[in-house]
């Protein structure tokens, strides 16, 4: 488990980084999210140990990142969106460097680069020089070395760049497989990778943690669109059915036909609150045509929250009202 408390990261005046907390389980994968400038590689530098915190701590599994770095990066894989590889050294020698730098035994060494290149399909390439490979090829041994001695921790920061969809299908299953006996963070700008993988996303703005909610929860919203043929002061009704927050008419036609967004409450079980209101509609006499819970699109959704700093409750409260 990967327990980050209060961390703060300053550059003279500026704070890249400010009071970030979040805990991250075995098993889990967490999108890190964030608009450029929001302390997202600060943070990932700060969690590998490359970086010290002005402020704040980070244990994985107990430990102490401060207090025992190398016991902590012993058991971490980092793939930086720019991974610094040498590149006049084949494949097969990167590797067997990377694996010396992690503290692994001979033995451990030749099973743990063998399991890497398998996973990573790099067996073509292993006697050619790094410079020789196309983006793609680098970024699988970027994943390669990230992989060795099976760390409990891995931070990828846009593992996916580079590769072709059918790489990228072999990727995001890697990742999966990893994260049976691990913890991983993926940083990336691509929202399918992070609806395709993860099941919390970890949104900063502005140095600040902004959102840290699982990925379903954060897409639907306390908001439910209906489409009827109830008239706006009917409609206007449907605010005293318990549970129901708030009505906002969208449009009205000359024909009488209304379409609404109904707001819920939090507390509320809205499959519950949404049969009150079907039934509602039905009992006055009116056709209804549609009712949904809005589904937030992810994309629009980091727009705004990274535009605006909305607050998760800020979100639910209609802050993303055109977003799905």
Request: net charge negative; hydrophobic share 40%.
């Given at each position: 488990m990967l327990e980050v408390c209060d961390l703060m990261r300053r550059y003279d005046d500026f704070t890249a980084v400010e009071n970030v907390s979040f805990t991250i389980g075995k098993g889990e994968i967490v999108g890190l999210l964030g608009h450029n400038g929001a302390g997202k590689t600060t943070i990932m530098k700060m969690l590998s140990g490359f970086?010290?915190?002005?402020?704040?701590?980070?244990?994985?599994?107990?430990?102490?990142?401060?207090?025992?770095?190398?016991?902590?990066?012993?058991?971490?894989g980092y793939l930086p969106e720019n991974l610094p590889i040498y590149p006049e050294m084949t494949v097969a020698d990167y590797l067997d460097y990377a694996a010396n730098l992690k503290g692994l035994s001979d033995e451990e060494k030749r099973d743990e680069v063998k399991r890497a290149i398998s996973a990573t399909e790099l067996m073509d390439k292993l006697l050619a020089p790094i410079a020789t490979l196309s983006r793609g090829y680098k970024q699988r041994v970027g994943v390669a070395q990230a992989i060795l001695g099976r760390p409990k921790l891995l931070i990828l920061d846009e593992p996916t760049n580079g590769l072709d969809p059918e790489q990228t299908q072999h990727m995001r299953q890697l990742i999966r497989d990893i994260a049976k006996d691990a913890t991983v963070i993926?940083?990336?700008?691509?929202?399918?990778?992070?609806?395709?993988?993860?099941?919390?996303?970890?949104?900063?703005?502005?140095?600040?943690?902004?959102?840290?909610?699982e990925l379903h929860a954060l897409k639907n919203s306390n908001r439910v669109w209906i489409k009827t043929s109830l008239n706006e002061q009917q409609a206007q009704s449907l605010a005293s059915i318990e549970g129901v927050a708030n009505v906002e008419i969208e449009q009205s036609s000359k024909e009488g036909d209304s379409a609404l967004w109904v707001g819920l409450k939090n507390e509320v079980e809205q499959r519950k609150v949404r049969a009150t209101i079907a039934k509602r509609i039905i009992e006055m006499g009116a056709e209804l045509y549609e009712l949904r819970s809005e589904e937030r699109n992810l994309e629009s959704l980091f727009k705004q929250v990274s535009e605006h700093s909305l607050s998760h409750k800020e979100l639910n409260n209609g802050g993303l009202k055109n977003a799905a």
């Amino acid at each position: 488990m990967l327990e980050v408390c209060d961390l703060m990261r300053r550059y003279d005046d500026f704070t890249a980084v400010e009071n970030v907390s979040f805990t991250i389980g075995k098993g889990e994968i967490v999108g890190l999210l964030g608009h450029n400038g929001a302390g997202k590689t600060t943070i990932m530098k700060m969690l590998s140990g490359f970086l010290e915190p002005d402020h704040g701590s980070v244990h994985l599994d107990g430990i102490d990142l401060a207090k025992e770095p190398r016991k902590v990066q012993a058991s971490l894989g980092y793939l930086p969106e720019n991974l610094p590889i040498y590149p006049e050294m084949t494949v097969a020698d990167y590797l067997d460097y990377a694996a010396n730098l992690k503290g692994l035994s001979d033995e451990e060494k030749r099973d743990e680069v063998k399991r890497a290149i398998s996973a990573t399909e790099l067996m073509d390439k292993l006697l050619a020089p790094i410079a020789t490979l196309s983006r793609g090829y680098k970024q699988r041994v970027g994943v390669a070395q990230a992989i060795l001695g099976r760390p409990k921790l891995l931070i990828l920061d846009e593992p996916t760049n580079g590769l072709d969809p059918e790489q990228t299908q072999h990727m995001r299953q890697l990742i999966r497989d990893i994260a049976k006996d691990a913890t991983v963070i993926l940083s990336t700008h691509i929202m399918q990778e992070v609806e395709a993988l993860c099941s919390r996303v970890i949104i900063l703005g502005q140095g600040q943690l902004v959102v840290d909610e699982e990925l379903h929860a954060l897409k639907n919203s306390n908001r439910v669109w209906i489409k009827t043929s109830l008239n706006e002061q009917q409609a206007q009704s449907l605010a005293s059915i318990e549970g129901v927050a708030n009505v906002e008419i969208e449009q009205s036609s000359k024909e009488g036909d209304s379409a609404l967004w109904v707001g819920l409450k939090n507390e509320v079980e809205q499959r519950k609150v949404r049969a009150t209101i079907a039934k509602r509609i039905i009992e006055m006499g009116a056709e209804l045509y549609e009712l949904r819970s809005e589904e937030r699109n992810l994309e629009s959704l980091f727009k705004q929250v990274s535009e605006h700093s909305l607050s998760h409750k800020e979100l639910n409260n209609g802050g993303l009202k055109n977003a799905a």
